[in-house]
């Protein structure tokens, strides 16, 4: 058994796009009209036959409760992993991407957390 897909809650999937590839890195893989929204998947370029993450759509009544209070405690939606979290946290500023926690290691562990812009705080974590 493995993973084969993720999902990030979203609340404007061109928004996520944009953000989710041009400043995180990620890129498109599947993209199916599905109605006003689409089935829209991104991939690590290092690894594009991975995990994919969906972009979905927070339409669903308790989606955005949800997040809401996620954010208002300051809990990560996911995490996703990087060599080094000092490193990836400066591109990410440079891009002017907004961060909730600056790094910080705890045993052999290092994490930051950052807005997302489509509703989310993510992660990142390095060990």
């Known amino acids: 058994m493995r993973i084969n897909l993720s999902s990030v809650y979203v609340d404007d999937q061109d928004k996520a796009l944009r953000f989710y590839t041009g400043v995180l890195g990620f ?3 599947t ?3 599905l109605g006003e929204a689409r ?8 690894d594009p036959e ?5 972009l979905e759509p927070d339409g669903h009544p308790a989606t955005k409760p949800f997040k809401e209070a996620l954010v208002a405690d ?6 996703f992993a990087v ?3 000092e490193k990836e946290h400066e591109r990410l500023r440079e891009l002017g991407v907004i961060f909730t926690q600056a790094p910080l290691t ?3 562990v290092t994490t930051a ?4 812009t489509c509703g989310n705080l993510i992660q990142i974590a390095s060990q």
């Not at 089935?39 to 290092?46: K, N, Y």
């Not at 991975?50 to 969906?54: H, S």
């Not at 300051?74 to 995490?79: D, I, N, Q, R, Y």
């Open 113 to 116: 957390v950052f807005d997302d």
């Open 50 to 54: 991975g995990t994919e993450l969906l």
């Open 31 to 33: 993209e199916i009209p």
């Open 74 to 79: 300051g809990v990560p939606l996911t995490s």
């Open 83 to 85: 060599d080094d979290v």
């Open 39 to 46: 089935w829209l998947t991104v991939v690590s370029p290092e």
């Open 106 to 108: 705890m045993g052999g």
């Open 27 to 29: 890129v498109k893989k």
